[in-house]
């Protein structure tokens, strides 16, 4: 085993590194994955319209990272325009719940008094 792997693996075996890296691992995994995804579209007209295609069908608070397109020859001189956008969905948080409120300040908390 190579020596920097072997530092390493003591390293993460110790007792004081270990709960960080439970706790590192533990927030990590809290926050949940970005989802991912691309979409394709297709045009026959020109590439600038694949590529709003595309564009229009990225679900809403997605980010887009990446565009790609392409000139597709179909025969007799006739190009279709393909673009791909990928995206990145932020990971859904649940949402907190609203504190309650405060009694008002004299007023009795037992029922009845």
């Known amino acids: 085993m190579p020596p920097l792997l072997t530092a390493i693996r003591t ?3 110790s007792t004081a590194i270990r709960p960080a890296c439970v ?18 579209a297709d045009s026959v007209m ?9 564009m229009e069908q990225v679900p809403k608070g997605a980010t887009i990272t990446r565009t790609r397109c392409q000139e597709i020859e179909i025969g007799m001189d ?4 393909r673009c791909t956008v990928w995206y990145v969905k932020p990971p859904m948080v649940a949402p907190t ?5 405060a009694p008002a300040p004299g007023s009795s908390s037992t029922p009845g008094s």
Do not use: C, E, V, W
């Open 11 to 13: 390293s993460i075996r």
């Open 23 to 40: 706790l590192l691992l533990g927030l990590s995994l809290a926050a949940g994955p970005a989802l991912a995804g691309s979409i394709t």
């Open 46 to 54: 020109d590439k600038a319209g694949a590529r709003q295609d595309a």
């Open 78 to 81: 006739n190009i279709r325009y």
């Open 97 to 101: 719940p609203a504190p309650s409120p």
